[in-house]
């Protein structure tokens, strides 16, 4: 059992433990996701790109991939499968020739 499986197991154990997962369908994983993501930008809002507490950066991202890895589990998501298909699929709009050093989108290049 790998690393990511040991989590994920932590997580359903602590979600089972407390009956949450009849909360926990796809809609509200996501909103969960999203509204996670948002207490993360408050982080940065108004401050220097650099100037935010680690620590509280830590426990928004610590929430965002738990509810990530919830969904991904949920819908039997291979989640590796889907980084790998993703840098492939990014690599094709991003090829290094065009993009390298460049913060355009794939269709300004």
């Known amino acids: 059992m790998n690393n990511?499986?040991?989590i994920i197991d932590k997580?359903?154990?602590?979600?089972?433990?407390r009956?949450?997962?009849?909360?926990?369908?796809?809609?509200?994983?996501?909103?969960?996701?999203?509204?996670?993501?948002g207490e993360?930008?408050?982080?940065?809002?108004?401050?220097?790109?650099?100037n935010f507490d680690k620590e509280k950066l830590n426990e928004e991202l610590a929430d965002i991939l738990a509810y990530c890895l919830?969904?991904?589990?949920k819908n039997k998501i291979d989640?590796?499968?889907i980084l790998e298909d993703k840098i492939e699929?990014?690599?094709?709009?991003?090829?290094?020739?065009?993009s390298k050093g460049t913060s355009k989108?794939?269709?300004?290049?």
Do not use: G
């Not at 009956?19 to 993501?37: G, V």
């Not at 699929?89 to 065009?98: E, F, G, H, M, R």
């Not at 989108?105 to 290049?109: A, P």
């Open 4 to 6: 990511i499986d040991l």
């Open 11 to 17: 997580l359903l154990k602590f979600r089972d433990e």
């Open 19 to 37: 009956d949450w997962k009849q909360f926990h369908n796809s809609k509200d994983l996501a909103l969960a996701i999203n509204i996670e993501a």
């Open 40 to 50: 993360l930008l408050e982080l940065f809002l108004w401050k220097e790109s650099e």
């Open 70 to 73: 919830l969904l991904a589990e």
């Open 79 to 81: 989640i590796f499968k």
């Open 89 to 98: 699929k990014n690599a094709l709009k991003y090829p290094v020739s065009k």
């Open 105 to 109: 989108k794939y269709d300004e290049l």
